[in-house]
């Protein structure tokens, strides 16, 4: 059974930073990785996806890698802001179309 | 805008008061899903529909149905809620478009058992 495992749980960080949040996977046969942003009590938004066959994916100031074989994806966000806090979910699809969701990091980004 | 709507946005409901919720999509994707996600958890994965067919989670309770009459509506009923029910439901399409398959979530319907 597939399970998605998010590291650290929560994060606190100064504006400016750079910060990377880890995702991890026990099964590595999967369709694709996609990261979510959740605002609190809101619906959910894709960022970033990742093909089975891809690497990585960038979309403005995010970065997000895949390693396939070892399970494992992080998401890159440079110089972060405010407007950055909110909980971030990474979620693997499998070749059902089933997406399986980590319980997230909730990132606050202090000014 | 092409968008996936979710009704009602909130909900509260008294226990054992059956209660549904509705998905309506505009984007004709052809795979519909529901998932609960409770408060600080991540989204469980209730069922989907690819198409026509259901696809039902071996741990998704009895007490869940959904119905999809077309493309565009799906239902999720819950026929006695619990106080264990109280939960955020969203609702997400998909489709595969150039090789890849994105879900796009709707706002969430926020139900409380009272």
């Known amino acids: 059974k597939q399970e998605v495992t998010q590291i650290p749980a929560a994060l606190s960080v100064p504006e400016g930073e750079n910060l990377v949040l880890n995702c991890s996977f026990t099964?590595?046969?999967?369709?694709?990785l996609q990261w979510f942003r959740q605002d609190p009590g809101k619906g959910l938004t894709s960022l970033l996806l990742?093909?089975?066959?891809?690497r990585e994916q960038t979309s403005g100031r995010l970065n997000a890698s895949l390693d396939k074989s070892s399970g494992r994806s992080t998401l890159y966000i440079a110089a972060s802001q405010p407007g950055d806090s909110a909980t971030y979910l990474c979620?693997?699809?499998?070749?059902?179309?089933?997406?399986?969701f980590g319980s997230g990091t909730r990132l606050l980004v202090r000014p | 805008d092409a968008m996936v709507i979710q009704n009602p946005r909130y909900q509260v409901t008294q226990f054992g008061k059956p209660v549904t919720l509705s998905c309506s999509q505009t984007?004709?994707?052809?795979?519909m899903y529901w998932y609960q996600q409770k408060s600080s958890q991540a989204p469980k994965l209730l069922f989907h529909?690819?198409?026509?067919?259901?696809?039902n989670e071996a741990d998704t309770p009895d007490n869940f149905q959904s119905r999809r009459p077309n493309t565009s509506f799906c239902f999720l009923d819950i026929r006695s809620p619990g106080l264990g029910d109280t939960a955020m439901y969203l609702c997400?399409?998909?489709?595969?478009?150039?090789?890849?398959?994105?879900?796009?979530f709707g706002a969430g319907s926020r139900l409380t058992v009272l």
């Open positions: 997400a399409t998909s489709s595969e478009i150039s090789g890849a398959n994105v879900l796009t």
């Open positions: 099964d590595s046969a999967i369709y694709n």
């Open positions: 990742i093909q089975s066959s891809q």
């Open positions: 979620a693997v699809m499998d070749s059902s179309y089933k997406l399986i």
């Open positions: 984007l004709n994707h052809n795979v």
């Open positions: 529909y690819y198409d026509k067919d259901f696809n």
